[in-house]
């Protein structure tokens, strides 16, 4: 076996130096714990050679440049996509796999109802055989990374061992990679430990384990995005969460964003949305122009997760993002839905399984309103307007993605970056609903927020394998990123009200809302900041609203609807509540109660009560 890696002694330079010895220590790195867990990967998976990622920029461009040689990345048209590269996955490989995802802890019940469960010893007995030599023949990536920004209370830090070098580079933008985490990590041993390998990428033989008891996490048989970035779902949520409930903190599927009014008042919101509901699009709004024009600004401080902790001098919520890039769904976006998106991904960026057209450029379902003549498929298939009209194939993965630096994002908040975080005014739950629930509505208070997040239904998506379109409980949109007992996260959630002299303001919203004909009635996108605005005057205990069984809710003239194509009658038709229809929606809600039977914090049985005593 030879030993490759970056050279620690030519500063931003990767090289493949001899100077490790044969036990696949490095050289250059201090750190006794690190060199533990890669000598016993080694000796386990058996790779032909070592490569220590130190995240130069030189080291990038030739993993990219490697990466292309063998034909794992396809660059694309230069001039109109600079640093832009096209990953096309195994067909078999394209979501991520909540079956194949285990919480892997000494009892079942600390995993809980809503989890698959393996004990730790079955699962790595199971596994075990599996790494072993899977690496024969191949480089094995060391990829220190780091969650958070360097020097926040909350950051964390990671090994991440892969043989794919999509993963090594699509590691390197998603998080702050290299030395730097190194740097955070010091001599400690406090680092999650991550093994990952796409072996055969037989979904037979795929598994995510999640160890949060030894905070370790092994996914084998996938190279997708949210089962093979291991800082991401499995770091960042899945034992973010369980570290999040010793710690007494929040590890949250939530975007986090910043408007700042005309008043140069800047007020910060966090928001969960299943997977796919337009969490991305909402972080980075473009406000409408009369909106603009009056000096209002969105800016993004994170679009998929939030870790949020009681600031103990003023008794707020403070909140960062522990990511460092954007693993966005494509098909619909575009310079109209998202023009900061498009933006963010208008260089240095990774596509995966969108469509390659003749010039080098790439498409998907939704960048443009009129199909291209002809251009290579997501499989890499001849793919025409004719074609798809009597196949019903489409020119990308319905769950293509770009992944991108978050520096590329025009309307980066300037506190990205700061790791004392921002702080949380307010929270927004909400799903993909195309009945029953109103446009916005405002909790009474932390515990009723609580229940309206722990209840959150959504039509599912591409995002996970499965059927798409039926409505599914998703609590806080975090069930499929639960790393322990979902009874103890809502009595998590319940408790940290307790720590907070003054708490966010809880909402629900529905941007998804269908008429009769199918048709959706809220413009959406932009157009959100209408809701938005309501929101956080809400926040500042400013806004009017009613008093309602669902909760606080604004009449037409309390949300500016100004310049809107939408009557008085239509608006409260969306935010109409039908009596019949909401005795559905508790009944739906029956699903995870029965999941908890015996077991559920009991403010959830008295809001029920409450809920169901006001209809
Ligand atoms: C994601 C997801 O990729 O939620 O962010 O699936
Ligand atoms: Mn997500």
Redesign the pocket.
């Known amino acids: 076996m030879s030993i490759a890696t970056a050279n620690r002694d030519v500063p931003g330079i990767s090289v493949r130096p001899e100077n490790f010895n044969s036990s696949g220590v490095h050289g250059g790195i201090a750190n006794v714990h690190v060199h533990q867990f890669v000598q016993q990967a080694v000796k386990l998976c058996v790779p032909d050679q070592v490569f220590w990622c130190n995240g130069s920029d030189y080291e990038r461009n030739r993993l990219l440049a490697d990466a292309v040689n063998e034909g794992v990345l396809i660059p694309l048209n230069p001039r109109k996509l600079p640093g832009c590269y096209l990953h096309r996955s195994n067909p078999n490989d394209v979501?991520?796999t909540e079956q194949c995802t285990f919480i892997c802890t000494t009892t079942e019940d600390d995993a809980g109802p809503t989890n698959n469960w393996m004990p730790p010893v079955t699962a790595k007995e199971l596994l075990t055989p599996l790494f072993s030599g899977c690496m024969r023949g191949r480089t094995m990536f060391v990829v220190p990374f780091m969650m958070g920004p360097a020097g926040s209370p909350l950051t964390k830090v990671g090994v991440q061992i892969t043989d794919s070098i999509y993963v090594a580079i699509s590691m390197g933008i998603m998080t702050r990679m290299g030395d730097v985490a190194l740097k955070q990590l010091g001599d400690s041993d406090s680092f999650t430990r991550c093994l990952h390998s796409v072996a055969d990428c037989d979904p037979a033989r795929r598994y995510i384990c999640h160890f949060p008891q030894d905070n370790a996490v092994w996914s084998i048989g996938s190279g997708y995005?949210?089962n093979a970035l291991l800082g991401?779902?499995c770091l960042a949520l899945r034992l973010g969460s369980y570290m999040g409930r010793q710690q007494q903190w929040l590890a949250e599927?939530m975007l986090i964003l910043g408007a700042k009014a005309p008043s140069g008042e800047k007020t910060y919101i966090a928001a969960a949305f299943?997977?796919?509901c337009g969490?991305t699009n909402f972080a980075m709004l473009i406000p409408p122009e009369k909106d603009r024009k009056a000096g209002w600004e969105i800016t993004t401080v994170g679009d998929?997760?939030a870790w949020m902790w009681v600031d103990k001098t003023t008794g707020t919520l403070r909140g960062i993002n522990p990511e460092n890039g954007y693993?966005?769904?494509l098909p619909g976006t575009n310079w109209q839905t998202n023009q900061n998106a498009m933006q963010s991904m208008s260089h240095d960026t990774i596509y995966t399984n969108v469509a390659l057209l003749p010039d080098g450029d790439v498409w998907w379902e939704g960048k443009t309103k009129e199909p291209p003549a002809e251009c290579i498929d997501w499989t890499g298939q001849v793919w025409t307007p004719a074609i798809a009209a009597t196949t019903d194939r489409k020119a990308a993965h319905p769950?293509s993605?770009f992944t991108a630096p978050m520096t590329n994002n025009p309307a980066l908040d300037p506190a990205a970056n700061d790791p004392a975080g921002v702080p949380i005014s307010g929270i927004v739950f909400g799903g993909r609903r195309s009945k029953t629930l109103p446009l916005v509505f405002q909790a009474f208070n932390w515990v009723h927020g609580v229940y309206i997040g722990a209840t959150v239904g959504s039509e599912t998506t591409a995002?996970?394998a499965g059927q798409v379109g039926v409505v599914r409980r998703d609590p806080m949109?975090m069930l499929?990123?639960l790393g322990y007992n979902i009874r103890d996260y809502l009595t998590h959630w319940f408790s940290m009200r307790k720590l907070m002299r003054d708490c966010p303001r809880i909402f629900h919203v529905n941007w998804f809302r269908k008429d009769a004909s199918g048709k959706f009635i809220w413009p959406g996108y932009g157009e959100n900041m209408r809701v938005l605005k309501w929101i956080i005057d809400r926040c500042h205990g400013r806004a009017y609203a009613v008093e309602t069984p669902l909760g606080w809710m604004p009449q037409p003239q309390d949300l500016d609807l100004d310049g809107l194509d939408l009557t008085p009658d239509t608006f409260a038709a969306l935010q109409s509540v039908s009596h019949e229809e909401f005795k559905s929606e508790i009944l739906g809600q029956e699903e995870l109660f029965l999941k908890l039977a015996g077991d559920l914090p009991k403010e959830m049985i008295f809001q029920r009560e409450l809920l169901i005593s006001l209809l």
């Open positions: 979501a991520r995005g949210g991401k779902k599927h299943p997977s796919a969490k998929d997760i693993f966005g769904v769950n993605r995002a996970a949109a499929p990123f």
